[in-house]
């Protein structure tokens, strides 16, 4: 029995005929399209997105139910006409407001009322406050914000930039070390032997 139910099921899906749904979707105003929004049919497996535009397109049956839902816009229904003599239909939708309106909360500090009363109460007032007198300027706060205080923009700017210059350096030959290199010595003797290196009055 389950087998002859599906297979009338699938018999009359392929009796109704398919037609192309296409449309714009559009705010409650008119005047911006909203993409993202999921449009599908219930129970069947088939369903889209409208693109950045609001566009979308997909195929239906005659006779199905189209859902169209958005985050914090009011769920719509389209039920496609059983007798469509075109095999296209269009539509421009407009997706009215969902407004929710939630209940006042109050953030207490301490999980009740009388809990927040007792500690208030068991504080001492004449307890001595530590007070410096140079607030946030002074050369220890200074110090140990700048040892906490992470690197500026700029800062990761010349970082990466030097990382790329030595992979490139890297990539394309080894990099160079002076010492090591019979030219750069020619040219340091040679140097000397002119006095380019003599303290000039």
Wanted: proline letters at 6%; charged letters at 25%.
């Amino acid at each position: 029995m389950l087998f002859l139910g599906a297979f009338q099921a699938n018999a009359q899906d392929r009796e109704r005929k398919v037609i192309q749904l296409s449309g714009i979707i559009l705010n409650a105003d008119s005047t911006d399209a909203v993409p993202g929004v999921n449009i599908y049919v219930p129970k069947k497996g088939r369903g889209t997105s409208s693109g950045r535009y609001g566009y979308f397109s997909m195929p239906v049956l005659e006779g199905d139910s189209v859902v169209f839902s958005f985050i914090g816009l009011k769920r719509q229904t389209f039920k496609v006409p059983n007798n469509v003599e075109d095999d296209k239909i269009s539509l421009i939708l407009t997706m009215q407001v969902d407004e929710i309106s939630l209940a006042e909360i109050e953030v207490m500090p301490y999980p009740t009322e009388d809990e927040f009363k007792r500690q208030v109460l068991a504080m001492n007032y004449e307890a001595p406050m530590a007070i410096d007198t140079r607030g946030n300027m002074s050369p220890e706060t200074l110090l140990r914000w700048a040892g906490e205080m992470p690197a500026s923009a700029n800062e990761n700017w010349r970082y990466f930039q030097q990382g790329q210059i030595l992979q490139i350096q890297d990539r394309y030959g080894p990099r160079p070390f002076t010492l090591m290199d019979p030219f750069a010595w020619s040219k340091f003797i040679q140097s000397i032997k002119r006095g380019d290196l003599k303290k000039k009055d």
